[in-house]
């Protein structure tokens, strides 16, 4: 463990030692700097950071932990090395997660305000079971997330099966929804749907070709995707809710929906 990781990984955020694409959306640093004064644990934290954080083809990525519902953390992801680090917690505890692909190795270490002591657990990494690697070149990954989530600065991820014809009608009604409230839509095919069965709805018309990108983010299938379609998932200023929208709804609800939970994650980044 070395004492000093967490405050260099803090300076390169005050001095821009990670590339300054970073820095271009000020609401993703004052995130990162709320976010760490109201840690618990925070004085404490930096000797139970792991040594050795790559400078170079590292960018933060606000997320949100799938057992903690609108609690963010920081993303930490370099698909070069198959490392990953996550920093998350709240006023209670504190989570710092390494995650080695090519050992198969996730250690976390855990400190509960209070006496701050850690504690460290290791287990085997587990690809998520929904999460298929694949060569198909026509999908939508985490890095395709992570770049829609930096491009835009609030939008929805909107899923359909073709084994579900609601969820197709249900894309009129979303998109209907994103547009009056100038927000980005991205429309993804289940991944498990046969693309014959997608293809009958564009000779219907009701469908077109852009939309059967499958979605293949672990990312957003740890937010319960694959249970029921059409679902629905919003993200604003690089945090990705976990506030899922499954069935088909109308307009007027998605336009609900839509506003209460960008309420939401305000409200939770303040």
């Avoid at 839509?185 to 997608?198: G, H, P, R, V």
């Avoid at 506030?243 to 088909?248: I, N, P, T, W």
Wanted: proline share 3%.
């Amino acid at each position: 463990m070395n004492s000093i990781v967490l405050g260099t990984l803090v300076l390169f955020f005050v001095c821009g030692a990670f590339s300054k694409d970073v820095f271009e959306n000020k609401a993703v640093n004052n995130n990162f700097e709320n976010y760490m004064k109201k840690v618990s644990c925070s004085k404490v934290l930096p000797k139970n950071m792991d040594a050795g954080l790559p400078e170079k083809n590292w960018s933060p990525v606000l997320i949100s932990i799938p057992s903690q519902k609108l609690k963010y953390g920081i993303a930490f992801k370099n698909s070069k090395t198959a490392m990953s680090y996550k920093i998350w917690g709240d006023k209670k505890t504190v989570h710092f997660e390494v995650l080695n692909k090519n050992t198969k190795q996730l250690k976390t270490t855990k400190l509960v305000a209070g006496t701050c002591e850690p504690v460290v657990s290791t287990a085997v990494y587990a690809e998520n079971k929904n999460s298929k690697l694949t060569t198909d070149t026509n999908v939508f990954d985490d890095q395709d997330l992570f770049a829609v989530m930096k491009k835009s600065k609030w939008g929805v991820i909107y899923v359909w099966s073709p084994y579900m014809p609601y969820s197709v009608q249900g894309i009129a009604e979303i998109k209907s929804a994103v547009e009056s409230s100038g927000g980005s839509l991205e429309i993804l095919l289940d991944q498990n749907a046969s693309l014959t069965e997608a293809e009958k709805w564009i000779e219907k018309g009701l469908v077109t070709k852009q939309y059967l990108k499958k979605v293949v983010s672990a990312e957003i299938y740890d937010r319960g995707l694959g249970v029921h379609y059409p679902a629905a998932y919003i993200y604003k200023d690089g945090f990705l809710s976990n506030a899922d929208y499954v069935g088909f709804k109308k307009s007027k609800m998605y336009s609900k929906w839509i506003k209460t939970e960008l309420e939401n994650i305000d409200k939770d980044l303040k």
